[in-house]
């Protein structure tokens, strides 16, 4: 089992880009969350995906969006980068049946100039 | 709103020594589960331990406890005989329904 991958691990890009964060699970959960961590900050939410065909805002989507591809796939797309979303990017994932321990990828580090 | 409090940003420990990192949280539903995760200087978020709200019982994994007091939304966690490898963030952790709150993390650093 590979557990949670995100791709790319590092990434730089300029103001005004756009990106595409991958994850993938192969542990069969249904619910996959997408976070960002800035130092002080903790982790925040910014999107999840309860199950396959369903995403919700968490407490800082503005900049971004989802999509649950599949039941193994969430992707974050950044459609317009700004330097404020500069930050450690971390896909997880979660079943209620395994008592809601969330499952992390390696994380992506994103720059934005 | 639900919230989770961690009040402490930094702490060190001797090797070999005990320490306690503090989480407050706010809530208002009744079934709920707590969560301590490790962040090592890798990045990797790696579960500690985990309490189930409707257990008394505080959980416990071998050297790492925890100290769950339900009226006080209280969950800290105990780490009994430090190991260098304990150096790393913590972060308390709560999921009601399906969204995870996790609070701002205490960096601990065991000196040797």
């Known amino acids: 089992n590979a557990g949670v991958t995100q791709t790319p691990k590092f990434q730089v890009l300029k103001t005004g880009q756009s990106m595409t964060l991958q994850c993938a699970q192969d542990?069969?959960?249904?619910?996959m969350y997408w976070y960002r961590q800035d130092p002080g900050m903790g982790l925040r939410l910014i999107y999840y995906?309860?199950?396959?065909?369903?995403?919700d805002k968490g407490e800082v989507p503005n900049g971004y969006n989802v999509s649950r591809l599949n039941k193994r796939e969430f992707s974050l797309r950044l459609e317009s980068a700004a330097p404020s979303q500069t930050s450690v990017y971390f896909c997880?994932?979660?079943?209620?049946?395994?008592?809601?321990?969330?499952?992390f990828g390696p994380g992506t580090r994103l720059t934005v100039l | 709103a639900q919230t989770v409090t961690q009040s402490q940003p930094e702490m060190s420990v001797q090797e070999a020594e005990t320490v306690t990192l503090s989480c407050t949280y706010d809530?208002?539903?009744?079934?709920?589960?707590l969560f301590w995760y490790k962040q090592p200087p890798s990045r990797q978020m790696i579960l500690v331990i985990r309490?189930?709200?409707?257990?008394?019982q505080n959980a416990t994994e071998n050297r790492f406890s925890v100290n769950f007091q339900k009226a006080a939304k209280s969950f800290s966690l105990k780490i009994s005989d430090s190991q260098l490898g304990d150096t790393a963030m913590y972060f308390c952790?709560?999921?009601?329904?399906?969204?995870?709150?996790f609070g701002t993390g205490t960096r601990l650093k065991v000196l040797a």
């Open positions: 997880a994932s979660s079943e209620v049946d395994t008592g809601n321990e969330q499952f």
């Open positions: 809530t208002s539903e009744n079934n709920y589960y």
């Open positions: 542990m069969n959960h249904n619910s």
């Open positions: 952790a709560f999921i009601g329904t399906y969204k995870y709150i």
């Open positions: 309490q189930e709200a409707y257990k008394q």
């Open positions: 995906s309860a199950s396959e065909g369903t995403t």
